[in-house]
Structure formats: structure tokens, C-alpha cells
């Protein structure tokens, strides 16, 4: 760039700066290194102060960069002071940076870092007759590598080989500063060890200056080796740490004789029981895994047939109760390995019930009944009888037999240790005897109003099972239900209620015969304008009787006196004397001229006759 119209300015100050260097200082401070990650801006800091004088006037700041491969050469990238400031062209950082200036320091930014950016970077400061001085600051740049590629040996690898072996290969590619790698065995840093492990790093820098790492590990195997699994990890600088990345895992095939076989039940778990299909699955420790050979030890060995080194059973029976072996050859020795199993069948029985089928007895008769069931563990045995346990143990007592007694008794047998063996076994049991009719001995009565629907219900009991009839006499009926079971009859029949009603239901067998009465009293209807409520309705009733009767004793006895004070006199052509002494219920009855079924026919008998009083006559009318 050309210098502008004041550059004389510029070179007379900087020949006025050396000739009082001698005795003036500049002190500037940076920081010896700076990190940044690829792609990030760059702030480099540069702080000066003036150690004899105060701030001159003009100060003149300049930034240069250290060329690469140049021995040492710099190039000025920036230059300015408190007035002015100027980006150098035609340099690696046109563009590219800015600075700011404040009476302390300066500060560059540079944008968009790239690697061709870890160098170092000047910081000049003239202070003219104040001194001089310069900082540097060497800025390194980073950026991690690709995620780390492992890739294992697909091949077996034999532990009978003498040296290491292949076993992974690792890259880490594109990283800036190199990265490391390290290899882990079960999560567990592997070191080269003479003869056992060895570890070959490659180094390559690409083109675009980044670094790309690979490493071979060769280790020699063993036996325990089968499971491992290995993983390279690469390591790489980041501003201000150290990260880490990890590679998948990889598990080799590890190739070595056979020394011992296992022989096992894979299925069923538990106890075997009749039925079950058995699988037997011999595993040897050899790989490749040598041929293996079942055998049934009975009387003369029997070489039983395989598939993928399981023995299938199916549908085992106690007849396959027995020793099983698995044999098979270790090739490098040339000796039989075997392994040998007992294999137990269990099984149940079918139940026997004694008696079988079904047994009769008489009311009040006792009973036992025996279920039993050959096993070859102990058993459990439980009664039940409509689905609720009535018995414990392989004995059911049945005692004083009633109609209750009567039905079918289920025995289970179950295996507490083999849940899947049950068996069960039943037996029917027939009471006999005369019907017995549901609460025979206890009379039904009950009020109902006049015109009412009842039902009537009666159940019977017994056997031979009984019939059951209904005698209602003077009224119609209507049978609503009728159902029989094996030892109960039960029948509803409607009836509607005109008047006191007797009935009678009959239960009949040819055992005998027992009746059940039911008394209804009828209850007159009363008609009243408010809605009608049974509780409501016989309350007003008997309210307004007692009123009445009240009123009708008060009017006799207002009567009765004024006759005796001789204040009203009595015709034989109208009613008879009230006074008369041999008159009669049934004459006073006669000459009132009423119906004998009203009001005033009831309350004059109570007066007249029975000499009654309210209360006594409300208790003739409740009956």
C-alpha cells in the first residue's frame, strides 16, 4: 500500500523514536500463546504502558505476522495510531482483520481461522520520544479429527500361534495438531509387551495440512480372549483441554481345542411332568465346537439323533426316566470329553373315588368317601362342592345327612412342587326322603289392601323330588313360577286378594307329604281426594273413627239425660225407650232402623251393649 500524504510525518517520527530509545522503555504485554479452533475468530491482545513518561501525544502501532519457511522474516499486516489506521494489502490477512486501539492497548481480530493461521503475531508500539517496545504471541490453532474407524480381523485367529496376530485396525483422519490413538482390551489400555503385544502407528499429512493417524494392534490370543471385546480411543488438542473419542467394539474369533462339555436341561423349567416336551443341549468349550454324540444309558447304550446339539423329547412319559450323556472327541489330546444328566419323569394318576359315580342316602345318615390318586410326589387333596371347599384331605366325612347334603362333590388332586399336575375325581350324592317344605312350621300372615296382586312362594325339598299343589278356596290363582332341580321344587303362584284369604301349598312324593299355610287379611279400600299412601290412608281411617265414636257417645249420653230429666218425651210410634232395662243388642239394632254394617250400628252396640268405650271399640275394628 502507498503511503499516504503524511508518510514523511511517519518516517520522521520513527528516526525521532531511535534516537531516544536510549533512555526511554515501552513496556508491552501479551500472552505467549493463544489456542482458537478452526473457523472461530482470533482475539489477540496487546497492552502496553510507558515506564518514564506519560502517554505521548503519538503513538504509533504496527502488526506483524512471521512468514513461513522464510527464516525468521516478518510482514506487516496493520499499522495505525489515535487518528488513523490502516489494513496492509496483498497479505494473508487482508480482509480478514480488524483493530481496535484505546490508550492501553490494541487489539487485533482475525476472522475465520484457518491452519496456515498457528504462527506468531508481533505487536510494535512507538511512542516517539517515549521509547519503543514489542510483544509477540504465538497463536495455535486446533480442529478434532473425524470419529475414529476401527475395523477387526474377520478370520479366526488360533491361540495355538506363536507370535501375535492381526487382530484390529484403527484411522483417525483429518485432525489438527496430530492426534493420538490407544487401544483398549475390555476397557483396559493395552501397552506393547515382547511377544505378547504389538502396536504399528502410521502418521500421514494430508494435503490440506491436516494430520490422519492409523494403528494396527497384533496380540496374541488366548482361550479367555473369546468374549473380549477391543476398541481404539483417539486423544486430540482442543483450546484449553484434551478430548477424547472412542471407537465401537469389536470381538475376534478365537479358535481353541475342546477340554470340557456341559450337559443340561434347556426346557422345561423346573420339574419335568408327564407330557412335557424335554429339550437336552449339550455345549462343549471348544470352537469351531466338535461333533457331539447323545447317549441313553439303559441296559445297552443308544445312540439317540441330535439337531444343532439338542436332544428333543416330546410327549415324555415315566418310561423315559434315565441317564442322558453327551460325548464328544478333543482332537488335539485324542480323548473322549462327556457329560452325563438324570432326567426324572414325575406323573399323576388318574382320581379314584370310592364310591364312584353317585350313592343314595337316607335323611340323618352318615357317609364316607375316599379320593386317592398314585403319584410319584405328594399330592394335595380338597372337596369341593359348588365351587366352595367343604373338605380337606383324601377322607370326606358326610354326617346326619339333610336335603343340603344332597349334590355332586368334586376331589382335586394337585402337586404342590409340578403345579401342572391336577387330576379330579367326583361323586354324586342322592338324599332321600319325605318333601320338606321351606319354613313348613312358621305360618305366613300378612295384611294386604283389597284388590292387591300377591305372590305366594313355596319350595320344597326331597327325593324322590316332589310335586307341589296349591289349595287357595274361593279365589283364582295364577302359578308365575315353577322350576325343579334334581332335589328342590320351588313354585310362585299370584293370587288377588277379595277378601281374607287361606292358603294351603302341598308338597307331595311318594315318601310323604308337608304343607305351608299362608293367612292374608284383607284391607278395605278407602277413597280420599288427596294421593293415596297405604301408612297415610289407615292413619286418616282410624282418625276418623275414633271421631265419630266421640261424637256419637256424646250425642247418647245428651240424650240419655234430657230423656231422664223427663225433658223429651218418647212415642210408641216412633222409636222404642232408651231407658227400657230389658232391651236388647239386637233390639236397640232393630228399631234404629240402620244398616248393621254402618258406623252407627258399631258405636250403639258399644254403647248400648257391650258398654265399650273409644278405645276398646278401636281395637274391635283393627281386628
Not at 475390555?186 to 505378547?196: R, Y
Not at 462327556?338 to 340323618?364: C, F, N, R
Request: negative net charge; aromatic residues 6%.
Amino acid at each position: 500500500m502507498a503511503f499516504p500524504k503524511n508518510s514523511f510525518i511517519w518516517l520522521a517520527l520513527k528516526i525521532i523514536s531511535l534516537s531516544w530509545n536510549v533512555w526511554a522503555k515501552v513496556d508491552v504485554t501479551m500472552m505467549e500463546n493463544m489456542e482458537v479452533s478452526l473457523g472461530d475468530s482470533a482475539e489477540i491482545p496487546c497492552q502496553y504502558s510507558f515506564s518514564d513518561h506519560e502517554r505521548p501525544g503519538i503513538v504509533l502501532i504496527q502488526w506483524f505476522v512471521k512468514l513461513q519457511g522464510s527464516g525468521g522474516k516478518r510482514q506487516r499486516i496493520f499499522y495505525g495510531d489515535d487518528s488513523q489506521q490502516m489494513v496492509d494489502e496483498n497479505t494473508d490477512y487482508s480482509g480478514r482483520i480488524t483493530v481496535a486501539q484505546d490508550e492501553q492497548g490494541s487489539l487485533l481480530t482475525i476472522e475465520d481461522v484457518s491452519l496456515p493461521d498457528e504462527r506468531e503475531f508481533f505487536c510494535q508500539v512507538n511512542g516517539i520520544a517515549a521509547g519503543n517496545g514489542e510483544g509477540k504471541t504465538y497463536l495455535r490453532v486446533f480442529d478434532p479429527p473425524e470419529s475414529p474407524v476401527i475395523e477387526g480381523v474377520l478370520d479366526g485367529i488360533s491361540v495355538t500361534k506363536d507370535l501375535p496376530s492381526k487382530v484390529a485396525s484403527c484411522e483417525a483422519r483429518n485432525g489438527f495438531p496430530r492426534p493420538n490413538i490407544t487401544w483398549y482390551r475390555d476397557n483396559i489400555p493395552i501397552v506393547p509387551a515382547q511377544g505378547l503385544v504389538k502396536i504399528v502407528t502410521l502418521v500421514t499429512r494430508e494435503s490440506n495440512d491436516f494430520y490422519s493417524v492409523q494403528s494396527e494392534l497384533q496380540y496374541k490370543v488366548t482361550k479367555e480372549d473369546k468374549d473380549t471385546s477391543f476398541s481404539c480411543e483417539v486423544s486430540f488438542l482442543v483450546p484449553g483441554n484434551v478430548e477424547t473419542a472412542r471407537s465401537r467394539e469389536v470381538n475376534i474369533t478365537v479358535h481353541y481345542p475342546t477340554t470340557v462339555v456341559e450337559l443340561w436341561k434347556e426346557s422345561p423349567q423346573g420339574l419335568v411332568k408327564e407330557g412335557d416336551t424335554v429339550e437336552l443341549r449339550c455345549q462343549g468349550d471348544g470352537n469351531p465346537p466338535s461333533p457331539l454324540t447323545f447317549i441313553r444309558e439303559q441296559g445297552l447304550d443308544e445312540v439317540l439323533d441330535v439337531t444343532d446339539d439338542v436332544l428333543v423329547l416330546t410327549g415324555v412319559t415315566r418310561a423315559d426316566s434315565g441317564v442322558y450323556q453327551c460325548q464328544t472327541l478333543n482332537l488335539d489330546s485324542v480323548s473322549e470329553v462327556s457329560d452325563d444328566i438324570q432326567l426324572t419323569v414325575h406323573y399323576l394318576d388318574p382320581a379314584v373315588v370310592v364310591p364312584k359315580d353317585s350313592e343314595i342316602m337316607y335323611k340323618g345318615e352318615s357317609l364316607t368317601a375316599t379320593c386317592n390318586a398314585l403319584s410319584s410326589l405328594e399330592t394335595s387333596t380338597v372337596w369341593l362342592k359348588n365351587g366352595h371347599q367343604v373338605g380337606l384331605g383324601h377322607i370326606l366325612l358326610l354326617q346326619d345327612a339333610t336335603y343340603d347334603t344332597a349334590g355332586e362333590y368334586v376331589c382335586e388332586v394337585t402337586v404342590p412342587s409340578l403345579p401342572g399336575l391336577h387330576t379330579t375325581g367326583s361323586v354324586h350324592i342322592i338324599v332321600q326322603g319325605a318333601p320338606q317344605v321351606k319354613d313348613a312350621d312358621r305360618e305366613e300372615a300378612m295384611d294386604e289392601a283389597v284388590g292387591k296382586l300377591v305372590n305366594l312362594s313355596c319350595e320344597a325339598h326331597g327325593f324322590p323330588l316332589p310335586s307341589i299343589t296349591w289349595h287357595i278356596p274361593g279365589n283364582q290363582f295364577t302359578e308365575v313360577l315353577s322350576r325343579k332341580t334334581d332335589h328342590s321344587a320351588h313354585s310362585v303362584v299370584s293370587v288377588k286378594v277379595t277378601s281374607d284369604i287361606i292358603a294351603l301349598c302341598n308338597a307331595t312324593s311318594d315318601m310323604g307329604t308337608e304343607m305351608k299355610s299362608f293367612s292374608i287379611k284383607s284391607i278395605p279400600m278407602v277413597t280420599s281426594t288427596a294421593p293415596y299412601s297405604p301408612a297415610e290412608g289407615s292413619g286418616v281411617i282410624i282418625v276418623v273413627i275414633i271421631i265419630c265414636i266421640l261424637l256419637l257417645a256424646i250425642l247418647v249420653s245428651v240424650l240419655y239425660f234430657l230423656h231422664k230429666k223427663g225433658k223429651i218425651p218418647c212415642g210408641r210410634s216412633g222409636k222404642q225407650e232408651i231407658t227400657k232395662e230389658n232391651t236388647t243388642k239386637d233390639d236397640i239394632v232393630v228399631e234404629m232402623k240402620t244398616d248393621a254394617k254402618t258406623e252407627e250400628a258399631v258405636l250403639l252396640k258399644g254403647v248400648n251393649g257391650d258398654k265399650k268405650g273409644p278405645s276398646d271399640q278401636y281395637m274391635d275394628l283393627r281386628k
